[in-house]
């Protein structure tokens, strides 16, 4: 009910976490977004990047305007 993590021990050690649904998927989209920006960070610094001009574009092709 309170929707924190249960920490589930075995023999006085933590083994596992118990988490809702709700919490875990939160939990992962969170990851995911983290993963993406160091991804982007990594991308940037390797000069690996797209100029905001041809994103534009590309965006507004897209939307066909």
Do not use: C, F, W
């Not at 939160?26 to 390797?46: F, Y």
Request: hydrophobic share 40%; charged share 25%; proline share 3%.
């Amino acid at each position: 009910q309170t929707k924190r993590p249960i920490v589930i021990t075995q023999h006085g050690k933590s083994a596992a976490v118990l988490l809702g649904v709700s919490e875990y998927e939160a939990l992962m989209e969170r990851l995911e977004l983290l993963q993406d920006i160091h991804t982007a960070e990594a991308q940037l610094k390797a000069n690996q990047g797209i100029p905001h001009t041809e994103v534009k574009a590309e965006v507004l092709k897209r939307l066909g305007a």
